[in-house]
């Protein structure tokens, strides 16, 4: 056993990585090929201890390889980046992520991942996480369209930062962000900002995204954009903000079309419950038949106990979390 932080979490094995040739490893990639491969990991975490530095790869943590904590050594220390992109790069969203996640269980510990491709380049992803009962504590996500790719199956946040501008939280998984950071940057001239595009494609997925006791504000450099907390991705989108401070940028409106239509307005799920700040009134809010301010009752379906059953997995993580509202 040994500690993260408060918690004691089980360790079947570490290695470190050092840009400087201190560690069992120089480069995460090739970390990560040293994890084991399990089909059905009962026996603790691989643990990958990353010292402080700027490490310029492109990492995927392969399904084959479940049960890895990443830890670094703090936001804007250790440092993960790439800048692949739609426009520059040719590739799809799905493949311009700097690092991309699949394996069973995963944990990322105090890292900034990054994505430096710009507004101007479109897409450009700086995680993709696909693995479920992952899981990733006081990191950094940072870029512009489309940061992070909350791809599929259950996820948490807890204590992150997510940078971005359009899109910039999006993704088919079920995933609750709590006590986060959302801040807002400058888009490219022309463009609004729209937090979260959730990609729920039919109503019997028991996918969306929560957002729970976070901040909602702008980056340094957001100057004048208009700001909208989601729009539909999907026709069955589906988004909550709960008990969450959100500040002026918020347009009144609170939420935007996709591609000026009305496509989905009666079938997504948009919903707000007691958010705080000068952004979080619901007067001026969109009319849709698809969005709902909620009770009390409703606003529970979507907390990490009920909505990921977190307490069934989220305790041998290690990492803090509040099962029901704060």
Known sequence: MRKLGEHEIWVKDMVTVSQDGSGNFTTINDAVSAAPNRSFPTDGYFVIYVRAGVYEEYVSIHKKKPKLMMIGEGINKT???????????????????????????????????????????????????????????????????????????????????????????????????????????????????????????????????????????????????????????????????????????IDASGWHVWNASDFALATLYYAEFNNTGPGSSTTLRVTWPGYHVINVTDAAKFTVANFLFGDEWLPQTGVSYTSNFV
């Open 79 to 249: 440092i993960i980046t790439g800048d692949h992109s739609v426009l520059n790069h040719y590739l799809t969203t799905f493949h311009t992520a700097t690092f991309g996640v699949n394996g069973f269980g995963f944990v990322g510990v105090g890292m900034t991942f990054r994505n430096t491709a710009g507004p101007e380049m479109h897409q450009a992803v700086a995680v993709r996480n696909s693995a479920d009962q992952s899981t990733f504590y006081r990191c950094s996500f940072e870029g512009y369209q489309d940061t992070l790719y909350a791809h599929s199956l259950r996820q948490f946040y807890r204590e992150c930062d997510i940078y971005g501008t359009v899109d910039f939280i999006f993704g088919n998984a079920g995933a609750v962000f709590q006590n986060c950071n959302i801040l807002v940057r400058k888009p490219m001239s022309g463009q609004f900002n729209a937090i979260i595009a959730q990609g729920r494609n039919d109503s019997n997925q028991n996918t969306g995204i929560s957002i729970h006791n976070c901040s909602i504000r702008a980056a340094e450099d957001l100057g004048v954009a208009a700001t909208y907390l989601g729009r539909p991705w999907k026709e069955y989108s589906r988004t909550v903000y709960m008990q969450s401070e959100i500040e002026r940028l």
